[in-house]
């Protein structure tokens, strides 16, 4: 962690006179450019700002790579200029697809970056069956966590990889239709100000990292996964363990069962990409249920949702070494007869 640490720099997302008043940021005539790995994703960052070129650095330094790209690739270009009538700076954001951003906070780019590169993937990425979710693994259980913002999954992921799990995305669950295991897709969480106090809580102190800013979740701090951990990350993944949360921050977490066929439903909704696959993708998420153990799961202190998915993670490795399918004893979601709320003992 010191080593990453070390290199971070904090910025400054409110003030907006510090890009136009930096004189040793002005646009370079030579374009800088930044190759980084998101597993099957190649990206290149062309830009001819040498803020932005250390702020996208910063936090993708453990996923830049050398040599030629491999597989699919997307190129985000960032251009800076300054309006010769104010001096006022200002980000041209393009891509493949035909969104064009334009910011005057810096503090913004590098989200507008992902969100280029998000769309580049979901739209023109045709190898993998896409799903909104976070995916982890530990030991022989990989886990998949579906949900759209404000459900919670990405402060999930950061404190299940400060527990040992390791890490292959926060954005997307990239299926292989032939075999059903994920590739990795290791971008930085994006935390919101809500989760800050919580991670810190659980022992990840991230005071130091970039702050920047999204017009949908305000100021974000950018916190890679190998800032927590550094052997936190890996390339493949095989499912165990399905789990679709519900943030209720006043609630005591508690999980029930999920019937396959419901589980299959939920993640169709998520699915980026339904519309290319078709019926290929109803077979893929059928086969990726099928091989999973289903929960929902409504989380409220993290530590404690943490342990829950924890001991659903164990029950499924003991029955991988059992050769049984082994799960939680836990209320069914469609059974009534059952108290729902099932809680850990205190």
């Not at 759209?148 to 669950?173: M, Q, V």
């Not at 927590?228 to 921050?249: E, G, H, T, W, Y």
Request: net charge neutral; glycine share 6%; hydrophobic share 40%.
């Amino acid at each position: 962690m010191t080593t990453i640490a070390s290199q971070i720099m904090t910025t400054d997302v409110d003030d907006d006179r510090a890009d136009n008043a930096d004189q040793h940021d002005h646009p370079n005539s030579n374009w800088l450019r930044f190759d980084a790995r998101l597993g099957p994703v190649s990206v290149r960052l062309l830009t001819n700002c040498p803020r932005v070129y250390a702020d996208y650095a910063t936090v993708n330094r453990e996923l830049q790579s050398q040599g030629e790209a491999l597989g699919f690739r997307t190129t985000v270009l960032v251009e800076k200029r300054r309006s010769w009538r104010t001096g006022i700076a200002h980000y041209h954001i393009s891509g493949e697809v035909e969104e064009r951003f334009t910011v005057r906070k810096r503090a913004r780019v590098v989200p507008h970056i992902d969100g280029m590169i998000n769309l580049s993937v979901a739209r023109y990425f045709a190898e993998y069956v896409q799903l909104h979710a976070a995916v982890l693994q530990k030991g022989d259980v990989g886990l998949v966590i579906p949900g759209g913002p404000g459900f919670g999954k990405t402060t999930l992921a950061a404190a299940l990889i400060k527990r040992g799990w390791n890490y292959a995305s926060d954005e997307f669950a990239l299926i292989d239709p032939q075999t059903i295991e994920l590739a990795s897709f290791p971008k930085s969480l994006s935390i919101k100000p809500g989760s800050v106090k919580l991670l810190q809580d659980e022992g990840i102190d991230i005071a130091a990292l970039p702050r920047f800013h999204r017009i949908d979740k305000g100021a974000i701090r950018c916190l890679p996964a190998t800032y927590i951990r550094k052997d936190a990350l890996l390339d493949r993944v095989i499912p165990r363990l399905l789990i679709f949360p519900q943030l209720d921050s006043n609630a005591k977490p508690c999980i029930r069962e999920l019937p396959r066929g419901l589980a299959a439903m939920n993640c169709l909704r998520r699915c980026f990409n339904f519309s290319r696959w078709g019926p290929t993708a109803m077979e893929t998420v059928a086969q990726l249920c099928e091989r999973c153990v289903c929960y929902e799961l409504t989380s409220g202190d993290l530590s404690e949702t943490c342990q829950l998915i924890d001991e659903a993670a164990a029950e499924v490795a003991r029955g991988l070494s059992e050769g049984v399918n082994r799960r939680l004893k836990v209320p069914h979601v469609d059974d009534a007869s059952h108290d729902i709320n099932l809680r850990i003992s205190a």
